[in-house]
């Protein structure tokens, strides 16, 4: 089945790319875009083959597809048809028309899907499909802000300008996300990444995150230096125009700059309000309606620098994040409706009464082995305090997930340039976790090999 709907899904993303690249050939600005007067037809199809030796199943709804980084759920050693392992499969209509010789109006439409089924990406929806099933029967899921909408990677508009630089408002990815897949060695795979691959880590702390719904940002370039803001209206967080009721609005602000071969980025992230969806246990199942999820809610703040450093051949990275977790200052009615429409059933919103602090750092190198073939290898980490109450107070095994713990990764990928729009990829990437942080899992490390391709156009 799954081998099935690889070849059709290729099939028909290859044929339709060939298809608008030739109707479109005299219209083309340069060899490289699908552009016709101002408007440009974009997108990515990753596919690969992908071995676990403590893997989940594949899910058709999740947008990673795969649980490439060890899960609660993984416990098999499997060989699968894995999607979106160097980056994720989209497809957008993007434009920049001038309106003067300094400004530009500019909008973005992307939706992300499962290259193997074609589905739009539904984080929410792959928790939903593990309802009531136990751990080991679960398959790969991750929770997302990316919940089947049409536009579920990014829908903005705005104005650019060379002098004052580009205010957008709509759906978009957060500036730390944005900062994170150029500080990140292995710019923000799935299959090799820990960091900028996981949307948690994007999102400061909720996976929902990492894309604000109804959100201005606003970002510029003064010669050396960038500085830009992001702030999500409260009460809009996860519609646009339209309040929903739920009341977390975000502001997220960068300062960077680049000096000879050195880059670094500063940054501050905050979040009333954060979610964090869960499937429901089976007895959940029975009490509460379909399509509903668990949640646990929380204010979340971070505190980011990154640094990367560019030799000849190799570019050498290196980050740091600190998030804080606390208990919502506004707490959510129950049945809140989450991102998508999908009903928060069951809420836990008292799980930091002791403040969550989790640590991640991270370093890596790429080595542009020839002008084609570029080598990455990388090394991430978590590390969270005890944060657990009463009897597990001060606790550092994996009784609870609220006791001190750590998570490490470890991997190396290379990529080849085949063309200008398509690239062959393989790797691996170990992951372990240890007390806290492994609390509920199933095994305790993972190593994911996977060979792939993108194409691009």
């Not at 990275?317 to 600190?322: H, I, N, V």
């Amino acid at each position: 089945m799954i081998r099935a709907r690889f070849i059709s899904g290729l099939g028909v993303c290859v044929g339709a790319a060939l298809l608008i690249a030739g109707g479109s050939a005299a219209y083309a600005v340069d060899d490289d875009t699908l552009t016709w007067h101002g408007f440009t037809l974009f997108g990515v199809y990753d596919i690969g083959i992908a071995n676990q030796t403590r893997g989940a199943e594949v899910n058709l709804d999740s947008p990673q597809g795969l649980n490439y980084t060890l899960g609660k759920s993984s416990s098999a050693a499997m060989t699968q048809v894995a999607p979106n392992g160097l980056s994720p499969s989209t497809i957008g209509l993007k434009g920049n028309f001038g309106l003067n010789q300094d400004v530009s109006a500019i909008f973005r439409l992307e939706a992300g899907f499962n290259p193997l089924s074609l589905r739009l990406d539904n984080g929410p929806q792959s928790l939903v499909d593990n309802n009531g099933r136990p751990t080991i029967n679960q398959t790969a899921s991750n929770d997302s802000n990316q919940a089947g909408q049409i536009f579920n990677t990014a829908g903005f508009v705005g104005l650019q300008s060379h002098t004052y630089g580009t205010l957008t408002f709509g759906r978009q990815t957060g500036i730390l996300a944005d900062r994170l897949i150029d500080y990140d060695p292995n710019g923000a795979s799935y299959a090799f990444s820990a960091v900028a691959g996981s949307n948690t880590i994007r999102g400061f702390g909720a996976s929902q995150d990492a894309r604000l719904d109804s959100s201005f940002k606003y970002f510029n370039q003064t010669g050396p230096f960038r500085y830009g803001v992001q702030y999500q209206l409260s009460g809009q967080q996860y519609a646009l125009f339209i309040p929903d009721g739920v009341s977390g609005s975000a502001v997220e602000a960068n300062l960077g700059g680049d000096y000879k071969n050195f880059s670094t980025d500063l940054l501050y992230t905050h979040k009333n309000d954060a979610i964090v969806a869960a499937p429901l246990t089976a007895a959940q199942v029975l009490a509460n309606p379909a399509n509903s999820l668990a949640a646990t809610v929380s204010d979340n703040t971070a505190y980011t620098i990154l640094g990367r450093y560019k030799f000849d051949k190799a570019t050498v990275y290196a980050g740091f994040e600190q998030i804080h977790f606390d208990n919502p200052s506004s707490p959510l009615s129950p049945d809140s409706k989450d991102i998508g429409g999908y009903t928060l059933s069951v809420l836990t919103q008292n799980a930091y009464n002791i403040n969550k602090v989790l640590n991640v750092y991270w370093t890596g190198v790429k080595y542009a082995f020839t002008p084609k073939l570029d080598l990455t290898g990388a090394y991430y980490a978590y590390k969270q305090n005890s944060y657990a109450t009463g009897a597990h107070l001060g606790c550092s095994t994996a009784v609870s997930s609220g006791c001190s713990g750590s998570f490490n990764a470890e991997s190396l990928a290379a990529v080849y340039k085949l063309t200008g729009h398509a690239d062959l990829y393989g790797g691996f990437m170990r992951s372990a976790v240890d007390n806290g942080l492994a609390s509920g899992y199933l095994s305790p490390s993972n190593i994911t090999s996977m060979v792939g391709v993108r194409f691009k156009f």
